[in-house]
Each structure stands twice: as structure tokens, then as C-alpha cells.
């Protein structure tokens, strides 16, 4: 299609029209832009956990049907008549984060990832696991021409959640990192660029995902049920598990943080106060800011960030989600779709 025209009459999506139910491959309505929306041609999406719990039913409020995916890397084809911050062409980044009310006392703050009226992308509004999708431009990011748009797309949720616990996690020079998937590889690189020590933590006998974290730059990596060689200073769970977190704990020096980075973890099972004790502390982070995503866009291509990513084309979403689901994705899946710049 020209740049010039507005995105076809049909598209094809991945729908999940309830919870529980494998995702169907439909064509539906393609996207108009409101005043302040982009239309943006998907050229890739990540697939996410967090989009495992909005298939599974783990996540209260979302919508029914909904596409989701929230990973988005794509390209300007149409423009609403109050948008003046990107034109036809320009590569973007669409986040989890939609749109927040910008009235709450948490938006006044500059809080606004606590929003008490926010939506999200693939969760109350359709996503990426389609040909276009529509997003509020003053919550899209403008994401560099290189790398493609496959390796970019992680960045959009496993990058900025993992920037934001890494911010959590303090200036630890040790960091316990549970769970080394898509944010973990990120932050991984993340907190070498930074000069910390990583100590990666994988399911018992993932001996490939040890390998993997060490290969990144990991100086220990080993089951969760192992203790590290030495105490750490910080810890962020990926993983959602509960029972990790008194894991963690126990492993942390005093006065050191164990962050929980996911949206959804099983319940944390009873633990000891002396665990806890010494000002150790135990928080979450939830969802990003706008912040959050300008700082860790624009540091990325100074360590620089590489994602290891397997590719599925978007038919196969149910495929990669369960690909995710069993553990056998190295680094992140993406959905693959045509890619403009793939080949300048």
C-alpha cells in the first residue's frame, strides 16, 4: 500500500474471543485514527507472558474479544488531526502502557504507571498481534531505523519492565536475576553496561538457559533452588513464582532488595521474619512511564542492547505463546511480519 492512502478496508488478526481459548486467525475492521491516534502498520510484535495471563484468564478486567500484544514495532501509514508529533513513515514503538486519565492523584505526581484510569495496549485495547493497530501517539515512542524491527519489538515491554526493576534493584553490584527469559537477557546486558556482577537463576536442569545467561556475561548462573556462590545485593524475579521470593531473601545482604517485575506471580508462601529482617525489603514494580521508555530507548543502543529472538509469522501466535509457555524460547518471541526497512 502507498503512505498516502489509509490502511486496507479488512486485516487479519489474532483474536482471543474468551479466555482459555486458542487464539483464531480472522480478518476483521481495519483501524481509523482518532484526532490524537496513529494507524501504524505492524511490522513486529513480542510476544509477552504477560499476554500468556490474558489467555489463561490470570488477569482481571480484560476485554473480550481482544488481539493482543503489546510489544509493537511498526510504521506510520495514517495520522489523526491533532497529532503533530509523528508524520507517515516514521518507525514507532507501542507499549503496554495505552493512554492514562492525567487527573488521578498518581498522574498529577508523575506517577502515572499507577494510574487508577489507565488502559493498555492488548489488554483493554486491541494490540499488535494484527496487520495494523491503532495507539494514542502522546504514549508511542519514535524507535531507531536499525536494528529490524523483529530485535526492537522486545525492547517495548521486556526492555522497559526490566529498566524499571533494574532502577528498583539499586546500585547493588551483585544482582540475582530469577527467571532469565525475554527481560532478563535484556537486563542482563543492562546491568553489565553498568559494571554489576549478574548471577542468573533458571529452572532445575535448564542447563541451556544457564548457558545462555552465561554467555551473556552472567558470572554464575544455576537453579533457583541453588544458592549463589556468594550473597547478593539486589534481586529481580521475572520468574511468577511466588515461592521465589522467600528464594530470593535469603540470598540477599542486609539492607538489599528483592524486586517482583512481573504483573502476575503465584502467591508468596509463609516465610520467617528473619529473612525479611536486617532492612531487607521486598517490592513490585508496575507497569512504565513515558520516562521510562525515553531513557532506556535512548541508552539501549549504547551498550548496545542485542536480542536473541525467534521468529513466528502471525499465524503461529498460538504456536509462540506456547513456545513461551514451555520455556523453549531463548531470549524473546516475536511475531514477524513485513519489515520496510528489513532490507535498507
Request: hydrophobic fraction near 45%; include cysteine.
Amino acid at each position: 500500500m502507498r503512505f498516502d492512502e489509509p490502511a486496507n478496508k479488512l486485516m487479519h488478526a489474532m483474536v482471543l474471543k474468551a479466555p482459555h481459548e486458542a487464539l483464531e486467525f480472522v480478518s476483521v475492521g481495519d483501524p481509523h485514527p482518532g484526532p490524537e491516534q496513529l494507524v501504524v502498520k505492524v511490522d513486529a510484535c513480542g510476544v509477552c507472558r504477560t499476554d500468556l495471563h490474558v489467555v489463561d484468564g490470570e488477569l482481571p478486567h480484560a476485554r473480550s474479544p481482544i488481539i493482543p500484544g503489546h510489544e509493537i514495532v511498526g510504521t506510520v501509514v495514517d495520522v489523526g488531526s491533532r497529532v503533530d508529533t509523528f508524520a507517515r513513515r516514521d518507525r514507532v514503538g507501542i507499549p503496554w502502557l495505552a493512554s492514562t486519565c492525567g487527573t488521578c492523584e498518581y498522574c498529577r505526581a508523575g506517577r502515572e504507571n499507577l494510574c487508577d484510569f489507565p488502559q493498555f495496549t492488548g489488554y483493554t485495547v486491541d494490540g499488535g498481534y494484527a496487520e495494523y493497530v491503532v495507539a494514542d501517539h502522546r504514549y508511542c515512542f519514535s524507535m531507531p531505523n536499525a536494528p529490524s524491527a523483529a530485535e526492537l519489538a522486545p525492547w517495548l515491554c521486556a526492555g522497559l519492565i526490566g529498566y524499571r526493576a533494574l532502577g528498583a534493584a539499586g546500585e547493588g553490584r551483585r544482582l540475582g536475576i530469577y527467571g532469565f527469559g525475554a527481560a532478563a537477557h535484556i537486563v542482563a546486558q543492562l546491568a553489565r553496561f553498568q559494571g554489576r556482577d549478574v548471577f542468573a537463576f533458571t529452572r532445575p536442569g535448564d542447563a541451556a538457559a544457564q548457558e545462555f545467561a552465561r554467555a551473556l556475561g552472567a558470572v554464575w548462573a544455576g537453579a533457583s533452588d541453588e544458592p549463589p556462590p556468594s550473597t547478593l545485593d539486589a534481586a529481580i524475579i521475572f520468574a511468577p513464582v511466588g515461592a521465589l521470593v522467600p528464594q530470593a531473601l535469603r540470598h540477599v545482604a542486609k539492607g538489599g532488595t528483592v524486586v517482583c517485575a512481573g504483573i502476575h506471580m503465584s502467591d508468596i508462601p509463609q516465610f520467617p521474619y528473619n529473612i525479611l529482617w536486617g532492612e531487607r525489603r521486598i517490592c513490585s514494580v508496575a507497569n512504565l512511564t513515558r520516562r521510562d521508555g525515553i531513557e532506556f530507548i535512548e541508552l539501549a543502543p549504547k551498550v548496545p542492547i542485542r536480542t536473541s529472538i525467534v521468529e513466528f509469522p502471525l499465524r503461529q501466535a498460538n504456536e509462540a505463546l506456547q513456545a513461551l509457555r514451555a520455556g523453549t524460547i531463548s531470549g524473546a518471541a516475536v511475531l514477524a511480519l513485513a519489515d520496510p526497512l528489513a532490507a535498507v
